[in-house]
T-cell receptor, first 115, second 110 residues
């Protein structure tokens, strides 16, 4: 069975600085998708970024980028120019190839942003 | 706006009661997932429906059941409620770009 591990329960960063959140996963599949979700205090789940395993190029979305290391089964999220609004829980998630499969989530990393 | 609609947003009920949570997926999405998130916990997968059929089951209690209707909306039924069932219940629908979540239903059992 696939598993997702987030080893950093909490992280903090100063406004305008860069922070990296870690995620590792375990799978025997070759075709899968990885995601980062943000959950602010409102508790809404917001899709931040996605990465297809077959793509070598790391995904980027504005200030958010990933470092996808397929061989190492690592999928970290880098937030550049951190803003106060980035403070939230961040969840890493895995999904098998077919987009009808469920998401498997890590336990989350709480990010604090200090002014 | 994710395009996934969940109702109601808040629900307060007594132990032993039964409630129904409703979810309308994004237009065009055939898959609906239900997740449970207790306070300061991760998301626990409950059940998935695809085009009206149950596709996968997670840690769903026997007191809980779900279905997906021909118009693709889904309902999660929770019965014989206990205090420990208090949680945020999310519905998500899935397309190729990922799973998009509704705003959740916050259930409080008193």
């Amino acid at each position: 069975a696939q598993t997702v591990t987030q080893s950093q329960p909490e992280m903090s960063v100063q406004e305008a600085e860069t922070v990296t959140l870690s995620c590792t996963y375990d799978t025997s599949e070759s075709d899968y998708y990885l995601f980062w979700y943000k959950q602010p205090p409102s508790r809404q789940m917001i899709l931040v970024i996605r990465q297809e395993a077959y793509k070598q190029q790391n995904a980027t979305e504005n200030r958010f980028s990933v470092n996808f290391q397929k061989a190492a089964k690592s999928f970290s999220l880098k937030i550049s120019d951190s803003q106060l609004g980035d403070a939230a829980m961040y969840f890493c998630a895995y999904r098998s190839g077919p987009y009808t499969d469920k998401l498997i989530f890590g336990t989350g990393t709480r990010l604090q942003v200090f002014p | 706006d994710s395009g996934v609609t969940q109702t109601p947003k808040h629900l307060i009920t007594a132990t032993g009661q039964r409630v129904t949570l409703r979810c309308s997926p994004r237009s065009g999405d055939l898959s609906v997932y239900w997740y449970q998130q207790s306070l300061d916990q991760g998301l626990q997968f409950l059940i998935q429906y695809y085009n009206g059929e149950e596709r996968a089951k997670g840690n769903i209690l026997e007191r809980f059941s779900a279905q997906q209707f021909p118009d693709l909306h889904s309902e999660l039924n929770l019965s014989s409620l206990e205090l420990g069932d208090s949680a945020l219940y999310f519905c998500a629908s899935s397309g190729q770009r990922g799973a998009f979540f509704g705003q959740g239903t916050r259930l409080t059992v008193v």
